[in-house]
Structure formats: structure tokens, C-alpha cells
Nanobody, 120 residues
Framework: QVQLVESGGGLVQPGGSLRLSCTAS????????MAWYRQAPGKQREWVAT???????NSADSVKGRFIISRDNAKNTLYLSMNSLKPEDTAAYYC??????????????WGQGTRVTVSS
């Protein structure tokens, strides 16, 4: 069984920084593309950023230049470094990953979410 567990959320003032982590565990053979999504209260979940297994990244225009996605393949961990945070960044942040397990089955996994609140 594969699991994704996020951490690092919390309350931060506008202009501040946070770093989110997401660690995958279980019978993992290979982790392919990983991504962060977020869902603000009353809104649909939206894509934030993606990183491939080779390290290529892409991010939404709303966070470009402020958020950096990275991964440590040796630790099966995904990161999101968030800088210059704005109140509109307030949301639950979810980790997503395409993971192949030891049965060679590939599936799409989600973490449980970690809440980020940007407020003075």
C-alpha cells in the first residue's frame, strides 16, 4: 500500500514563507510525475506546480516566481517552497504523485492535505 503524507502547513503573515513536504511510503518501485494542488474554501481544486522524475518543472502563473517545486528522489519526498505569500494563497495544499508499485501497477495517489493560512 502506497501513502503520501504532507507536512509543513500553518499560519503565516503576508509576505512570509513556508516550505511544504510530501513523503511517499510503501511498496514503491518508481515515482514518476509529482505535483502540488490547492483548494481554497468554496473553490475548486487547482493545479499549482509539477515536477517530472527528471526534474523538469512547471507552475501556474499565479505562483510563478514565488513558489518553487523540488524533489529528493532518494527520500521519496516532494517539496514546495512558498515565498512572498499572499492572502489569496490560503488553501489546503495537496500532494499528487503517479507511483508504480512492486506489482508494476501504476496509479495516481493523493495526500490528505495540509492547510496554509496567510493572514495578518
Amino acid at each position: 500500500q502506497v501513502q503520501l503524507v504532507e507536512s509543513g502547513g500553518g499560519l503565516v503573515q503576508p509576505g512570509g514563507s513556508l516550505r511544504l513536504s510530501c513523503t511517499a511510503s510503501g511498496r514503491i518501485l518508481r515515482i514518476n510525475t509529482m505535483a502540488w494542488y490547492r483548494q481554497a474554501p468554496g473553490k475548486q481544486r487547482e493545479w499549482v506546480a509539477t515536477i517530472t522524475s527528471g526534474g523538469n518543472t512547471n507552475s501556474a502563473d499565479s505562483v510563478k516566481g514565488r513558489f518553487i517545486i523540488s524533489r529528493d528522489n532518494a527520500k521519496n519526498t516532494l517539496y514546495l517552497s512558498m515565498n512572498s505569500l499572499k492572502p489569496e494563497d490560503t488553501a489546503a495544499y495537496y500532494c499528487n504523485a503517479v507511483i508504480q508499485d512492486y506489482t508494476a501497477k501504476s496509479d495516481n495517489y493523493w495526500g490528505q492535505g495540509t492547510r496554509v493560512t496567510v493572514s495578518s
